[in-house]
């Protein structure tokens, strides 16, 4: 069984300022883990997914992602936050088959 | 990239009837689909896993008798809400998986049960 905890259901941060968000994950296989992003009443994008080899992770819009194995974290990251990057953020595992979310995190982004 | 479409986008309903959703893998091949459920503010939950051609499997917790999920051809998955109830009124997204193991999403289907 796999699962995942995200910390923090929502992050504030100013534009152009680092933004972290954070995700533990459990799971009794190699994990194959996700960060996905929504906007308001519209379906998931992908940001970035590992799953094996390098474990710095990089994505589209200037995240990353580090897998961590013994921390059992993959945080997401970006160096400077841009208004546009405003939306909810869900980090997902996957085991065997099925995907398990994160209860997300929304990111807001002040001027 | 690869594209999954949902259809509809949203539906408004009387309580007492049934909805159908599609999902649709518009350039690859879905061996597996996947219906998620998302109430406001809150993570999707995962509701069934069907592959094409035998019965989905459910989560617990799910009524397979009220959530009907057919997974009749490798591009197209249907979820029926039968008998819908306010209570059923949510943001339903599917998913499909191709044959190199990625998974994709749905824009989502939202829900509402008068």
């Known amino acids: 069984a796999q699962s995942v905890t995200q910390l923090g259901s929502h992050v504030s941060v100013s534009e152009g300022a680092l933004v972290l968000l954070r995700c533990n994950y459990s799971?009794?296989?190699?994990?194959?883990l996700f960060w996905y992003v929504q906007y308001p009443n519209q379906g998931l994008q992908l940001l970035l997914k590992?799953?094996?080899?390098?474990?710095l992770v990089k994505g589209i819009n200037g995240f990353e992602a580090e897998f961590k194995k013994s921390e059992t974290s993959f945080h997401l990251t970006k160096p400077s936050a841009h208004m546009s990057d405003a939306a909810e953020y869900f980090c997902a595992v996957r085991g065997n088959n099925d995907m398990r979310f994160g209860a997300g995190t929304r990111l807001t982004v002040k001027p | 990239g690869a594209v999954v479409s949902q259809h509809p986008s949203r539906v408004i309903c009387k309580s007492g009837t049934s909805v159908k959703i599609e999902c649709r893998s518009l350039d690859f091949q879905a061996t597996t689909m996947f219906w998620y459920r998302q109430f406001p503010k809150q993570s999707l939950m995962l509701m069934a896993t069907s592959n094409e051609g035998s019965k989905a499997t459910y989560e617990q917790g799910v009524e397979k008798d009220k959530f009907l999920i057919n997974h009749a051809s490798l591009t197209l998955s249907t979820l029926t809400v039968t008998s819908a109830h306010p209570e059923d009124s949510s943001f339903y997204i599917c998913?499909?998986?191709?044959?190199?193991?990625?998974?994709?999403f749905g824009p989502g289907t939202r829900l509402t049960v008068l």
């Open positions: 799971s009794s296989v190699p994990p194959y």
């Open positions: 998913s499909a998986r191709n044959a190199a193991d990625t998974q994709y």
């Open positions: 590992y799953t094996t080899g390098a474990t």
